[in-house]
Structure formats: C-alpha cells, structure tokens
Nanobody, 121 residues
C-alpha cells in the first residue's frame, strides 16, 4: 500500500515561490507515475503537473507552464513541485497522487491529504 504525504504549503506573497514535497512510503516508488493536483475554493480538482516513474517525461497544465517545475528523487521517495511567480489564483489545496498506469488523472489510485497554498498580500 503506497502512502503519500505532502508538505511545503503556506502563505506567500504574489510573485513569491514555494516548493512542495510529496514523500512516499510503503512500496517501491520509482515504478509509480506521480501527479500534482489542486482544488481551489468552489472549483473542481485540477491536474497541474505529472511525472513518469523514471522522471523521463513531464507534463504541465497551461495555467502553470513556465512557472512550475516538477521533479523527483527516487532515492528519497520524493516528488517536488517548485512554484515560482505565484499568483493569487494559485491559491488552493495541493495534492499529490500516484498510480502505476493512469497518467495525470483524478482516477489515480493513491492520494495524499493535501497541503494548503495561500497566495496573498
């Protein structure tokens, strides 16, 4: 059973940066595809970035492309999301998810409990 724990959220001013971490435990992590999702108040959950198990392929939503960078360190069982040039509309609960097969989908099997990012002056 794969368990995921997110950390790194917090309050940041517009234009600032944060790095989120998703730490996995329980099974071999390098075979899992991992995605970062977010849910803003009153909105649907949105997939924002995903990465293959070996880190060889990534994808980004248009809303974060050029500002966010996903990476992973399988030796540390960790996936990161570096977020630069943050905007108030990036305010949301951020979740990581993992799956052996599904790519960047809300149907991914394993989910963390989320970490809150609040972009505000």
């Amino acid at each position: 059973q794969l368990q995921l724990v997110e950390s790194g959220g917090g309050l940041v001013q517009p234009g600032g940066s944060l790095t989120l971490s998703c730490i996995a435990s329980g099974v071999a992590f390098n075979v899992y595809q991992v995605g970062w999702f977010r849910r803003a108040p009153g909105k649907e959950r949105e997939g924002i970035s995903c990465i293959k198990g070996n880190g060889g392929m990534t994808s980004y939503a248009d809303s974060v492309k050029g500002r966010f960078t996903i990476s992973r360190d399988n030796a540390k069982n960790t996936v990161y999301l570096r977020m630069n040039s943050l905007k108030p509309e990036d305010t949301a609960d951020y979740y990581c998810a993992a799956d052996l097969g599904s790519w960047c989908s809300v149907a991914m099997d394993y989910w963390g409990k989320g970490t809150l990012v609040n972009v505000s002056s």
